[in-house]
């Protein structure tokens, strides 16, 4: 069974930087296209960037400019780096990609 993994949240103050790493098991992650979603309190999971298998990336809105998607395939790995945060950002971060495969989430809060 495929299984992902988040880390690298953490608490950061407004304007900083976070970069969170999501592992995947398995031998097949590049055939994956990749996702992060969020889910801040009280609100509903919403999906915040995007890669496909052949690199081709979008955004939320929210987020265009400030958060930047990545992936190394020899690591079996997919990167979000997060850059001026802002308070609005504070949630629960997810990975995904293989069907059905969802991590426990990070945690990134930032203060004002």
């Known amino acids: 069974q495929v299984q992902v993994a988040e880390s690298g949240g953490g608490l950061v103050q407004a304007g900083g930087s976070l970069r969170l790493s999501c592992a995947v098991s398995g031998s097949i992650f590049w055939l994956y296209t990749m996702e992060w979603y969020r889910q801040a309190p009280g609100k509903q999971r919403e999906l915040v960037a995007r890669?496909?298998?052949?690199?081709?990336?979008n955004y939320a809105d929210s987020v265009k400019g400030r958060f930047t998607i990545s992936r190394d395939n020899a690591k079996n790995t997919m990167y979000l780096q997060m850059t001026s945060l802002k308070p609005e950002d504070t949630a629960v971060y997810y990975c995904t990609g293989p069907p059905g495969a969802w991590g426990q989430g990070t945690l990134v809060t930032v203060s004002s």
């Open positions: 890669i496909t298998n052949g690199g081709s990336t």
